[in-house]
């Protein structure tokens, strides 16, 4: 099982970003996926996660509004559309797969990573 994500980088605030989660290994349609970032010095924390089904999406209070997940089960990827981005949203993000409940966003429920990207947003 391999998930690999891209799209981090350099982003003023304000500006956007998009990140992309490429699995390979795992069925989408059968494991709800997330992402999750890690600021420095800070514990790993949720952003958002999709059901196995698409139907069900949660997103932390910090990403609603600005952050929209999605999710292709066809091209088995997941994608982060992140807008209005802030310094503080500056983090290595990762994506996550498991078999969860609904849209859980939990990060120990989830049983496959990949190896994270970073977003670095300047002020």
């Known amino acids: 099982v391999q998930l690999q994500a891209s799209g981090g980088g350099l982003v003023q605030a304000g500006g956007s970003l998009r990140l992309s989660c490429t699995v390979s290994g795992l069925d989408l349609n059968s494991y709800g996926t997330g992402w999750f970032r890690q600021a420095p010095g800070k514990e790993r924390e949720g952003v958002s996660c999709?059901?196995?089904?698409?139907?069900?999406?949660h997103y932390y209070d910090f990403a609603k509004g600005r952050f929209t997940i999605s999710k292709d089960s066809a091209k088995n990827t997941v994608t982060l559309q992140m807008n209005s981005l802030k310094p503080e949203d500056t983090a290595v993000y990762y994506c996550a797969a498991g078999r969860v409940y609904g849209s859980s966003c939990v990060g120990p429920e989830y049983d496959f990573w990949g190896q994270g990207t970073l977003v670095t947003v300047s002020s």
């Open positions: 999709i059901s196995d089904n698409a139907a069900d999406i």
